[in-house]
C-alpha cells in the first residue's frame, strides 16, 4: 500500500464508494470489478475542465489532479473528473485501496507508436482486466490472448493480442469508426504518469476547446467544443450549444457545479471552446478491428 493509497483510508474510500452509488464495497472478484467499474463510468466524467482552467487562467501552473486525493476531493466537491493520467491514477488508487490488485499502466492511443495514455489493469485468479477511465466503456476487457467483442450500439468495444501487447478498439462519439489504443501490460509508476501528464500541458488535443463526456443511464454524453452529442441505442444526436447552454450542459449532463463552471468561464475556458480547433486534425486510422477484418467482400 503506497502512501498515496493511505491518504485516501480516512473516510474518503466510504465517501467515494457511497458517492459511486454503491451500497458497500464491492467484492474482490469479477462481479464486483465489474459493478465498480460501471459506476465510475455512469458517475465520473472523464473531462478537461480542471486542466483547461489551469491551462487557461495560469500557463505553466503545475496541473491539477496529480494525487488520487486531490481528484476524489475536487469530484466530491464539484463533480469532476479528469483525462487519464489523473484519472487512470484516481481509479488504480481506489481499486487499490479496495484491495484489488491493480496496476498502472500505459497505452499508445490511436497507435502512434508513443505511450499517450494512461490506463489501468486488474488481475483476478491470474486473469487480467482492462478497466480504463477514459474509455469508460461499460465492461471490464479481458486480457487473455484472446479477441473479445462487445458488441452493443452504444459501447462497441473490442480487444486483441498482439505479441506482447494488446489493441483495445473503441469507437466514442462523434466518430463513427473504431480508434486503436496499444495497451503495454507493464506496471508503470506515479512519477511515470506525471511526467507524461506534465508533457501533455504542452500538447494535447485537451487543452484548448472543451471535452467531457460522461455514461448516462444507457447513453453517452459527449460535449465537445460547443457541440452536444447524445449516444442512444436509438441513434445519435448532435446540437450546437450557444455559451449559456454550453455552461448549463456542464451542469445538468456532466455534473459540475456551479462554482467550477462559473471558474471555467472567466479563465476563458468557455470562450475557446467556441473557437474552432486549433492545428492539423490527427491523422486518419486505416486498420479495422478484428470483426470488421474478418468480413469477406
Same mark, same amino acid.
Given at each position: ?6 491518504? !485516501? ?14 451500497? =458497500? ?15 465510475? +463510468? ?8 480542471? @486542466? ?6 495560469? %500557463? ?5 489532479? /496529480? ?14 473528473? +479528469?483525462? =487519464? ?16 490488485? $491493480? ?23 491470474? $486473469?487480467? *482486466? ?5 474509455? !469508460? ?15 452493443? %450500439?452504444?459501447? #462497441? ?11 483495445? *478498439? ?10 486503436? =489504443?496499444?495497451?503495454? %501490460? ?22 484548448? /476547446?472543451?471535452? $467531457? ?25 448532435? /446540437?450546437?450549444?450557444? $455559451?449559456?447552454?454550453? =455552461? ?17 468561464? @472567466?479563465? +476563458? ?11 492539423? %486534425?490527427?491523422?486518419?486510422?486505416? @486498420? ?5 477484418? /474478418?468480413? @469477406? #467482400?
Amino acid at each position: 500500500m503506497t502512501h498515496e493509497d493511505a491518504s !485516501l483510508r480516512d473516510g474518503m474510500i466510504v465517501r467515494v464508494v457511497q458517492r459511486l452509488g454503491l451500497p =458497500c464495497a464491492p467484492p474482490i472478484s469479477l462481479d464486483g470489478l465489474r459493478a465498480l467499474y460501471q459506476a465510475w +463510468g455512469q458517475h465520473v466524467p472523464f473531462d478537461n475542465v480542471r @486542466k483547461m482552467i489551469a491551462l487557461h487562467s495560469n %500557463p505553466g501552473h503545475v496541473l491539477p489532479g /496529480r494525487t488520487a486525493t486531490d481528484f476524489f476531493s475536487f469530484w466530491l466537491e464539484h463533480g469532476t473528473g +479528469g483525462t =487519464c493520467w489523473p484519472g487512470s491514477n484516481a481509479l488504480f488508487t481506489i481499486l487499490s485501496a479496495l484491495g484489488f490488485r $491493480a496496476r498502472r499502466v500505459a497505452g499508445s492511443m490511436r497507435d502512434l507508436g508513443i505511450q499517450n495514455h494512461g490506463t489501468t489493469i486488474v488481475t483476478l485468479d491470474g $486473469a487480467d *482486466w482492462l478497466v480504463d477511465s477514459s474509455l !469508460l466503456c461499460n465492461e471490464p476487457l479481458p486480457l487473455n490472448g484472446t479477441e473479445f467483442v462487445i458488441d452493443d %450500439p452504444v459501447f #462497441p468495444t473490442e480487444s486483441e493480442s498482439d505479441g506482447d501487447t494488446f489493441v483495445v *478498439w473503441h469507437r466514442v462519439p462523434p466518430s463513427q469508426n473504431h480508434t486503436p =489504443c496499444r495497451v503495454h %501490460p507493464a506496471a508503470v509508476t506515479h512519477d511515470f504518469y506525471m511526467h507524461r501528464y506534465d508533457e501533455s500541458g504542452v500538447r494535447s488535443i485537451f487543452n484548448q /476547446r472543451l471535452y $467531457a463526456r460522461r455514461n448516462r443511464g444507457h447513453g453517452i454524453v459527449v460535449l465537445l467544443g460547443s457541440t452536444r452529442f447524445r449516444l442512444t441505442p436509438d441513434g445519435l444526436l448532435a /446540437r450546437d450549444l450557444d $455559451a449559456g447552454e454550453l =455552461c448549463e450542459a456542464l451542469r445538468t449532463d456532466i455534473g459540475l457545479s456551479l462554482q467550477i463552471v462559473e471558474e471555467w468561464r @472567466k479563465s +476563458g475556458s468557455l470562450a475557446a471552446s467556441m473557437e474552432p480547433p486549433e492545428g492539423p %486534425p490527427p491523422p486518419p486510422i486505416t @486498420k479495422l478491428p478484428p470483426s470488421q477484418r /474478418r468480413i @469477406k #467482400p
